[in-house]
């Protein structure tokens, strides 16, 4: 079935390091990829999304491309801060199946 | 604008126990979800409604879960009876259409604890 695999955390890192997180997908067909971010306290809350291959998501300096040749969309930051600890999830859709398929997380906790 | 609202935000009961929860979506949402998140996992989708028909409920346990969304708004997930391995964050989510590219709005979520 479809499924998606992230990096297993928790990972930390200081200010200003580059961040990535690594998500890859099994599915037949072409989904729709997301990320979504879960800061403390708060609930889940899109970041970025791509609908077609090659496609790049970006948002709050955090982008993802869709590559449909390694089947990833890996999360990338090139300098993270303190605010940016969060849990982060890698997700799937597709068109009809419209449910969101997640994965199972990564903790990321910036240091100052 | 405002977001999707849950409660209670905590509940602990015991095994064997009934247990209630409401969703209110953002005001003119037609779908509705939710979703089932156990420590340590990602979230899994419980139940979709769109107003208020059921489009997917294929792996919502239904000999022990049921959900209701009256009028197309407001929803109820209802769990009876209880089991341990029910503990865990039940997130309820919206949007505006349903399409698999529809951003998906999540409220806070009841975590609920099984004894």
């Known amino acids: 079935g479809d499924s998606v695999t992230q990096m297993e955390g928790p990972v930390t890192l200081s200010e200003e390091a580059f961040l990535t997180i690594n998500c890859t997908y099994t599915a037949t067909g072409y989904p729709s990829l997301f990320w979504y971010v879960q800061y403390p306290g708060e609930g889940l809350q899109l970041l970025l999304k791509a609908t077609k291959a090659d496609d790049k998501g970006s948002n709050k300096g955090f982008e993802a491309t869709y590559r449909k040749e390694t089947t990833s969309f890996h999360l990338e930051k090139g300098s993270v801060q303190v605010s940016d600890s969060a849990v982060y999830f890698c997700?799937?859709?597709?068109?009809?199946?419209?449910?969101?398929?997640f994965g199972a997380g990564t903790t990321v906790t910036v240091r100052a | 604008e405002a977001g999707v609202a849950q409660s209670p935000r905590y509940k602990i009961i015991e095994k064997r126990q009934s247990v209630a929860f409401w969703c209110n979506p953002i005001s003119g949402h037609a779908t509705l979800y939710w979703y089932q998140q156990i420590l340590g996992q990602g979230p899994k989708l419980l139940i979709q409604f769109q107003n208020n028909g059921v489009v997917d409920d294929s792996q919502l346990p239904k000999d022990r879960f049921s959900a209701e969304r009256l009028k197309g708004v407001d929803s109820t997930l209802k769990i009876q009876p209880a089991k341990l391995e029910d503990s865990a964050v039940y997130l309820c989510a919206s949007s505006l259409e349903g399409t698999s590219t529809d951003t998906q709005y999540f409220g806070p979520g009841t975590r609920l604890t099984v004894l």
């Open positions: 997700a799937l859709s597709f068109p009809n199946d419209y449910k969101l398929s």
